[in-house]
């Protein structure tokens, strides 16, 4: 929506001279949504368990499988429109977060390179010629604390009040 939307939320005048731009971007998500819904319907129609495609083979294995544990809790959220709206999230939200999150890191491994050469050889010890999996992850002690910084220092999501934390901490 770009700034259009402040100037017509906070300067009431120029809502004179200005049609509302939520209407524009409740038109184009809602493009999204009847797009996104096409797809889920697709996947239905050539669902097949064995294989996992992609976001909506996965809502609709754990929606068939909610239905035939009788769930009633799980059956009344996963509806098909939650699962397209859960998709479009995960695309929309995700894909910026994400990269603005790989861009600030890039950014700070390149800057200070002294965690660049901790983190090289931290890897080294741990991985030495081997794929990463998910149990190497506690014994990688300053990637995760330079994960954990990146994030806390450059949020991914614009934030409009500064954070503080409660108490020192090391």
């Known amino acids: 929506m770009g700034g259009t939307h402040i100037v017509y939320e906070f300067i009431p005048y120029a809502r004179l001279l200005m049609s509302d731009p939520l209407i524009k971007y409740r038109h184009n998500y809602n493009q999204c949504f009847d797009y996104t819904l096409d797809v889920l319907k697709a996947h ?4 097949d368990e ?4 992609d976001f909506c083979d996965s809502f609709i294995g754990a929606q068939l499988k909610a239905e035939a544990e009788c769930r009633p809790g799980a059956v009344q959220w996963l509806t098909d429109q939650n699962i397209v709206a859960t998709v479009i999230d995960l695309i929309f939200a995700g894909t910026e977060t994400t990269y ?3 861009q600030w890191m890039v950014l700070f491994v390149a800057y200070f390179e002294d965690w660049q050469r901790k983190m090289r050889a931290e890897i080294d010890d ?3 010629d081997r794929v990463v999996t998910l149990a190497d992850r506690r014994r990688m002690h300053c990637v995760q604390a330079f994960i954990a910084e990146t994030l806390r220092y450059r949020t991914a999501a614009p934030v409009g009040s500064p954070r503080v934390t409660l108490c020192n901490t090391t």
């Open 44 to 47: 239905k129609n050539t669902y």
């Open 50 to 53: 064995s294989v996992c495609r």
């Open 100 to 102: 603005a999150t790989l």
């Open 126 to 128: 741990v991985l030495a």
